[in-house]
């Protein structure tokens, strides 16, 4: 249900772009986010975007350097990261809401993406 993509590995102060997209029977979809996970670390949420994509929360370390948006035609979301840092390195995992029909709520992970950056 979930696809995600554009993970890689980069030097520090580079950029990524990571994808998501939703597929399958969708009525709507509504908070979709990106978490992360370092090695021995727990999962955290690194940003989210709600509905039309008017709101939008950031982890304090990400804020003013990573931007998500959607595009709400293509079910798809986007983490576009920015002066990316060693401590960024992490399986980077999309998640969203989906409704499959009305009145019905399913929550989705996406497969992992491994970002990686070096010093």
């Known amino acids: 249900q979930l696809q995600a993509s554009g993970g890689g590995f980069v030097q520090a102060g580079g950029s990524l772009r990571l994808s998501c997209v939703a597929s399958?029977?969708?009525?709507?979809?509504?908070?979709m986010g990106w978490y992360r996970q370092a090695p021995g670390q727990q999962r955290e949420l690194v940003a989210d975007i709600i509905g039309s994509g008017t709101r939008t929360n950031y982890v304090d370390s990400v804020k003013g350097l990573f931007t998500i948006s959607r595009d709400n035609a293509k079910n798809t979301v986007y983490l576009q990261m920015d002066s990316l840092k060693p401590e960024d390195t992490a399986v980077y995992y999309c998640?969203?809401?989906?409704?499959?029909?009305?009145?019905?709520?399913?929550?989705?992970w996406g497969q992992g993406t491994l970002v990686t950056v070096s010093s």
């Open positions: 998640n969203a809401d989906i409704s499959p029909q009305r009145g019905r709520l399913i929550n989705y």
């Open positions: 399958g029977r969708i009525f709507s979809v509504n908070t």
